[in-house]
């Protein structure tokens, strides 16, 4: 059975290549975080080396051992921590796909597929991407290479071009809410939450379950945005700063955080539009109905989602992080209390 939730369409399109016999080399599984790629993969890896009679059975050996991540054949090449700082290194580097070049001409020890999950496409530096390109061009015979990156367009063009690309698409909130509740036996009321926060995102759902402070941290943000909105230039100035220094040690981090401030303007815009049930933060709902609001056009709010979309481009694009965020603030429209 697929461990994978609701990903109907993508599981049809890899079952029907296996059957063909038209299974390709390399696959680039496409979504956002959390959205579920890491376990599709593993179903992949499960189906190429199931023994039972329905694969992925999950129950064979191969399967036990690939979900105990104990199986020969498959091999997860992720970043890596920097051992000085003890950091997680920016990219995955050259050394690490020399080892997959190396091991990948190396028959299967055990199965029947030998596969590389590459857990971050976008992040190969570019050496590492061009010493990847040679194993592609020419990939051994029992090879599959399985990689998971958030945007297409951020992975190298070349790269894209020989993989078959697999959309892993967020879920329906009810899809998640359901899940929560009838597989990991979640209360009602915290599955509706987490399955709104959760943006369509279950592994996201799931780590917010066991981990209370992420919940706590979303509200906090959200508070921090509120306050934002109607505050002048020395507190936004602060936050710049402090994205600014976030965005050195972690620039994912500070991605984040934009990509948040980004849905509370979309919320904002739901709850001003009568439609507050499509809002994400529907806990915040009541916050964003105020009159203060009232003082916002439009097209004031749509434009502020856009500047930090932006925002986020700008910075993966390597702008001076101080900077861009420093225009940002600038830029984003000021609420005036009523
Ligand atoms: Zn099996």
Redesign the pocket.
């Known amino acids: 059975m697929w461990q994978v939730l609701g990903q109907d369409k993508a599981i049809r399109f890899l079952e029907s290549s296996l059957k063909r016999g038209g299974l390709a080399h390399a696959y680039l599984l496409v979504g956002p975080p959390h959205v579920g790629k890491m376990t599709l993969a593993c179903d992949i890896a499960?189906t190429l080396n199931?023994?039972?009679d329905n694969?992925?059975?999950?129950?064979?050996p191969?399967?036990v051992r690939v979900t105990s991540g104990k199986y020969a054949d498959v091999a997860s090449v992720g970043r890596v921590k920097d051992e000085k700082s003890g950091r997680l290194k920016r990219d995955i580097g050259i050394d690490q796909m020399r080892d997959v070049q190396k091991a990948a001409h190396l028959p299967p020890y055990e199965g029947k597929f030998k596969v590389f999950i590459i857990d971050g496409a976008e992040l190969l530096s570019t050496d590492a991407a061009n010493c990847f390109l040679k194993t592609l061009e020419e990939p051994p015979p029992h090879i599959v290479f399985l990689l998971l990156a958030g945007k297409e367009s951020d992975v190298l063009p070349t790269v894209v071009s020989r993989c078959q690309r697999v959309e892993v698409r967020p879920l329906p909130p009810e899809r998640i809410e359901a899940a929560l509740v009838d597989r990991w036996a979640v209360g009602p009321a915290q599955a509706r939450l987490l399955a709104h926060l959760s943006q369509g995102c279950l592994g996201w759902a799931l780590q917010a379950k066991d981990k209370p402070e992420l919940l706590q941290q979303r509200v906090d943000m959200a508070e921090r945005f509120r306050q934002l909105a109607g505050s002048g230039y020395e507190p936004r100035f602060a936050f710049a700063a402090e994205l600014a220094t976030q965005h050195e040690q972690s620039p994912e981090q500070v991605s984040h955080v934009l990509g948040l401030w980004g849905l509370w303007w979309r919320d904002l815009l739901m709850v001003r539009g009568g439609c507050p049930r499509w809002s994400v933060n529907i806990e915040q709902v009541d916050k964003l109905s105020k009159s203060e609001y009232a003082s916002l056009s439009t097209s004031q709010i749509t434009g502020s989602i856009r500047r930090l979309e932006a925002t986020v481009q700008h910075l993966r694009r390597n702008a001076n992080p101080r900077l861009a965020l420093e225009a940002l603030m600038l830029e984003l429209p000021r609420v005036t209390s009523a």
């Open positions: 499960k199931c023994t039972g694969p992925p059975c999950g129950q064979c191969a399967c």
